[in-house]
């Protein structure tokens, strides 16, 4: 799993962290620490957004942990029912 760190304006640290690579882009982890704790999402992000991050220094790579097997697992079944869902809308 690869981190990256969010550019912020507000000075409060942010990171999105990718769990899966899906057709056209990527299902993510975005993580916003603040001073009541932390607010966590889990969004898709089309690879030409996340490309176009990264190449303004919106995100930058930052090393990260592997996370934990059972952690994993339960991100990939999600990414999983997430692309069923989008595909059936569209």
Known sequence: MKRYSIKTSNGKAE?????????????????????????????IISRQLFETCLRTGQLTEVAASMPAADDEAAAEAEAEEVAIHASSVA
Do not use: A, N, P, Y
């Open 15 to 43: 990171f999105i962290d990718i769990l899966k690579e899906i057709e056209g882009g990527f299902f993510v982890r975005i993580t916003r620490l603040s001073d009541g704790g932390e607010k966590v999402s889990e969004e």
